[in-house]
């Protein structure tokens, strides 16, 4: 019995997370924002444990461990900067008004991407509390399917 159960735990985990936010939508008010906010945060945690899932996975030469040098950081900047397009069409699209700023604007150009990041996520982390329990839900429930 438990053996059955920790094969459908992350099957199980996953279909309540994503029925959360068709509870915050019905029940809660959410708007369009918060729920596209929460699938775009759900691809930094998906990229976050392919990262681990990358440094993580055996290795039977040495070679292929400092090959993990290289392809974590090439993924690590390819889905970043996926993840950061993706975020700044839904930002800009539905975030009017929900958009927290960060820093100075007068910071060197090559600080823009970081500092919208830290934009983002402090919105996300600053946003509604029943915004930011779900965001933590998606990351424990990715978790458990790690």
Known sequence: MTNRLTTKLP???LIAVNALPVFGVLFLGWEVFAVLLLYW??????GFYNVLRMALAPVSSPAEHIGKFFIIPFF???Y?????VHGIFVFAI????HVM????PTLPCFCGPLQMLVGAIATV????RAVTL???ALFISHGVSF
Do not use: D, K, P, W
């Open 76 to 78: 690590t900047i390819h």
């Open 101 to 104: 700023h960060v820093g100075r």
């Open 94 to 97: 539905f975030g009017r008004g």
């Open 134 to 136: 779900m965001f933590l």
């Open 11 to 13: 099957l199980i985990s």
């Open 80 to 84: 970043g900067l996926f993840t950061a």
């Open 125 to 128: 982390l600053c946003s509604a």
């Open 41 to 46: 945060a759900e691809n930094v945690v998906l």
